[in-house]
Structure formats: structure tokens, C-alpha cells
Nanobody, 123 residues
Framework: QVQLVESGGDSVQTGGSLRLACVAS????????VAWFRQLPGKEREGVAA????????IHVASVQGRFFITHDIGKNTVYLEMYGLKPEDTAMYYC????????????????WGQGTQVTVSD
């Protein structure tokens, strides 16, 4: 089993920056991919960025490319989402997720989920 705890969410103004952190505990050696998802008000949860713990390959969805950056610190069992140039449409609950399989897509088949951290961006 793996536990994920997110932190770093806050309320900021347009153009602001935040760094979200996801700390994993438990059987972390089994993990293959870690990802950040978000759920905007009234919408389904969507993938934002994902990273392979084995080779560092990563992906960022088009809406956040050039503004958000996923990184990982293996030694600290922590994955970060650095967010710059925040916009009101980035307002959402952000979730960390992890999986112990290769999976067929970047954002599918996640086994473990955190409780989420709220990001609110206002004008």
C-alpha cells in the first residue's frame, strides 16, 4: 500500500506562482508513475502532468505547458508541481496519484490517490 499526501495549495492572484508537493509513503519502491490531476468546479477530473519514477520522462497537458512543471525528488519520495503564471481557470482541487504499473496511457490506471489540495486563482 502507498499513501499520498499533497500540500501547497493556496489562494493567489492572477499571474502568481505556487509549488504543490506530494509526499509518498509505504511501498514507494513499487511505484512506476506519479501524476497530478485537477478537478475544476463542475467538471470531471483531468490529468495535468505525469512523470516516470524510473527514467524521469514526463508529460504536461497543452493547457499548462510552459507554465507548470512536474519534478521529483526520489530521495524524499516527493513529486512537485511548480505552477507559474496562474490563471483563474487553473482554480481547482489538485490531486496527486500514483500507480505501480506501466499502464497504457499517461493518465490512466492510477491505483493510489491523495486527498487533494485546493488552488484558487483570482483576478
Amino acid at each position: 500500500q502507498v499513501q499520498l499526501v499533497e500540500s501547497g495549495g493556496d489562494s493567489v492572484q492572477t499571474g502568481g506562482s505556487l509549488r504543490l508537493a506530494c509526499v509518498a509513503s509505504g511501498d514507494t519502491g513499487s511505484l512506476v508513475y506519479v501524476a497530478w490531476f485537477r478537478q475544476l468546479p463542475g467538471k470531471e477530473r483531468e490529468g495535468v502532468a505525469a512523470i516516470s519514477r524510473h527514467n524521469g520522462r514526463m508529460i504536461h497537458v497543452a493547457s499548462v505547458q510552459g507554465r507548470f512543471f512536474i519534478t521529483h525528488d526520489i530521495g524524499k519520495n516527493t513529486v512537485y508541481l511548480e505552477m507559474y503564471g496562474l490563471k483563474p481557470e487553473d482554480t481547482a482541487m489538485y490531486y496527486c496519484a500514483a500507480r505501480a504499473s506501466q499502464g497504457s496511457t499517461w493518465f490512466g490506471d492510477y491505483d493510489y490517490w491523495g486527498q487533494g489540495t485546493q488552488v484558487t486563482v483570482s483576478d
